[in-house]
Nanobody
Framework: QVQLVESGGGLVQTGASLRLSCVASGLAFSSYGMGWFRQAPGKEREFVAAISWGVGNTLYADSVKGRFTISRDNAKNTVYLQMNNLKPEDTAVYYC???????????????WGQGTQVTVSS
């Protein structure tokens, strides 16, 4: 059974940084693309960033490009999201997900974590 567990969220001020982690179990981690998504109150869940299997190509939503960095450590079955220069509009619950078909914003994601709250105060 695949399990994804996020951590690292919290309450920070505008301009601060956070690093989210997502530890995966129950799957051949290095063989799958991974993604980060977020959902703000009253809004639909949206794509944030993704990293492919293999060489680890990355894709980002325009809203976070240049501020967020996704990375993975296959030895630790972990995917990270480094978030710098956080803004109030980044406030959301952040979820990691394992792609089952393709990767990136158009990939299909079959397994999701429980989410971690990120709140950015102005």
């Amino acid at each position: 059974q695949v399990q994804l567990v996020e951590s690292g969220g919290g309450l920070v001020q505008t301009g601060a940084s956070l690093r989210l982690s997502c530890v995966a179990s129950g799957l051949a981690f290095s063989s799958y693309g991974m993604g980060w998504f977020r959902q703000a109150p009253g809004k639909e869940r949206e794509f944030v960033a993704a990293i492919s299997w293999g060489v680890g190509n990355t894709l980002y939503a325009d809203s976070v490009k240049g501020r967020f960095t996704i990375s993975r450590d296959n030895a630790k079955n972990t995917v990270y999201l480094q978030m710098n220069n956080l803004k109030p509009e980044d406030t959301a619950v952040y979820y990691c997900a394992q792609s089952t078909t393709g990767w990136g914003p158009k990939g299909r994601y079959g397994n999701w974590g429980q989410g971690t709250q990120v709140t950015v105060s102005s």
